[in-house]
């Protein structure tokens, strides 16, 4: 039997996204059967447009399916990921997780192997805060 792993990350200019890729690799390496899966994108475009990085990874990344609560709700287990911005997990991803209510509500998430990972620009940028922040959620899930 294979675990069934959904991978679900944000990343606005490719260095989360390559984090991800990396543990699909890994997952599929392995023998799991792997969901792919980005957070919709929060930003205005201008906002977007306004960095060469940004924009084009918006572009080549958009044939990669978006996050459901189905992802959530068939996966045994979950890497959740995000870059880490004052702190803080990015929040399209945390717009995503906000909308699990219905799913912990009924017990959905419960007995799930989730972890969290990001990246970050600055040496004191605070990762460990941003996953603590992500992995408080899975507490109570």
Do not use: C
Not at 74 to 89: F, Q, S, V
Request: proline letters at 4%.
């Amino acid at each position: 039997m294979s675990v069934k792993l959904a991978i679900i990350y944000y990343s606005a200019t490719a260095t989360t996204y390559e984090l991800a890729r990396t543990m699909e690799a890994s997952a599929q390496e392995a023998g799991a059967e792997v969901r792919f899966r980005k957070v919709r994108e929060l930003a205005p475009e201008a906002a977007i447009q306004s960095n060469d990085a940004w924009a084009k990874h918006l572009a080549d990344t958009q044939d990669v399916a978006e996050a459901s609560l189905d992802d959530l709700e068939w996966a045994d287990a979950l890497l959740l990921g995000a870059p880490t911005r004052y702190g803080l997990p990015a929040a399209q991803l945390k717009q995503f997780i906000d909308t699990s209510g219905p799913l912990w509500a009924k017990g959905a998430l419960v007995n799930k192997v989730v972890s969290s990972f990001t990246s970050v620009a600055t040496a004191h940028g605070g990762p460990e805060s941003t996953i603590s922040a992500l992995n408080k959620t899975f507490y109570h899930w």
